[in-house]
């Protein structure tokens, strides 16, 4: 395994774990037994770690749900798809929430940059359930806008609490806004 990725494995695992601002360049060090200077030699201090981080976590999010995408061929199909995607990761072992609404929480009066990371990841999982719904624009966007606030609703409770025994009834929820014929008039 090349430094890099090593140092951005234990970071990303570090970061994921304990949030951004309590996890110091020094702890990284310790934890990827290697010095400080190799860290900075690889990345532009604990920001650009942390840029690097997200950057490598959003190509995960992609390829993975692109990937649970493959074999849905409809809307509801698609949709079922992401779910269960959320649904499998929120089971994983090294869930512990969102790292990007972590990040933005974390940096939105700090960072201009990692917070833009943050909403930039938002923005093509938005731009994910918008291309999955086979309607109007407008409609398309209020219901994308809809299912989005499900799925990071579900991010937030899964933190705390199990849904597994709740995929039904979120499912449910998503099929339902999904194929309603009613929009919210302007």
């Known amino acids: 395994m090349?430094?890099?990725?090593?140092?951005l494995d234990t970071a990303e695992s570090l970061f994921n774990l304990h949030g951004f601002i309590a996890v110091g360049i020094d702890l990284i060090r310790d934890?990827?037994?290697v010095s400080k200077t190799t860290i900075y030699r690889?990345?532009?201090?604990?920001?650009?770690?942390?840029?690097?981080?997200l950057y490598r976590r959003h190509l995960w999010f992609q390829k993975s749900i692109a990937s649970a995408l493959d074999s849905?061929?409809?809307t509801d199909e698609k949709l079922i798809a992401i779910l269960d995607w959320h649904f499998n990761w929120f089971e994983s072992s090294d869930f512990e929430g969102c790292m990007f609404m972590h990040a933005f929480s974390e940096f939105k009066e700090e960072d201009e940059k990692i917070s833009q990371m943050a909403l930039d990841h938002r923005a093509w999982l938005l731009n994910q359930l918008l291309s999955t719904l086979?309607?109007?624009?407008?409609?398309?966007e209020q219901k994308a806008e809809m299912l989005m606030t499900i799925l990071e609703g579900m991010v937030v409770r899964a933190e705390s609490s199990t849904l597994s025994n709740d995929r039904e009834i979120y499912k449910t929820l998503a099929l339902n806004i999904s194929n309603c014929t009613n929009t919210i008039e302007s």
């Not at 690889?42 to 981080?53: A, N, P």
């Open 134 to 140: 086979d309607i109007n624009i407008v409609a398309r």
């Open 31 to 33: 934890e990827a037994g």
């Open 72 to 74: 849905a061929t409809n």
């Open 42 to 53: 690889h990345f532009d201090g604990k920001r650009g770690l942390i840029g690097s981080v």
């Open 2 to 7: 090349k430094v890099e990725d090593h140092i």
